[in-house]
């Protein structure tokens, strides 16, 4: 399985990003799917998680800025992230059954 991880950059505290996962999986539409971000020295920290039923979970860190989502006809889960600070600062990864990983996407928060 191949995730594809995009939509990282630099963006000033208070805004916003969305970062986007593909995979080519047949499978996707039956897989949980989920976001981590790593901070270099640090453990990987998980942020958000979207289940094949939809259900929704959220790191309490993210909780009410953070809004993950997916398409199954495009094979990609989503990760509206608004009101960004500086301890978002991370490279965050994709994740299909917290199995197969994508190659991560960095997020820089900085004015």
């Known amino acids: 399985v191949q995730l594809q991880a995009s939509g990282g950059g630099l963006v000033q505290p208070g805004g916003s990003l969305r970062l986007n996962c593909r995979t080519s999986?047949?499978?996707?539409?039956?897989?949980?799917m989920y976001w981590y971000r790593r901070v270099p020295g640090k453990d990987r920290e998980f942020v958000a998680s979207?289940?094949?039923?939809?259900?929704?979970n959220y790191a309490d860190s993210v909780k009410g800025r953070f809004t993950i989502s997916r398409d199954n006809r495009l094979k990609t889960v989503y990760l509206q992230m608004n009101s960004l600070n500086s301890d978002d600062t991370a490279v965050y990864y994709c994740?299909?059954?917290?199995?197969?990983w994508g190659q991560g996407t960095q997020v820089t928060v900085s004015s």
């Open positions: 994740s299909m059954w917290q199995r197969y």
């Open positions: 999986s047949a499978i996707f539409s039956r897989s949980d």
């Open positions: 979207i289940v094949s039923g939809g259900t929704v």
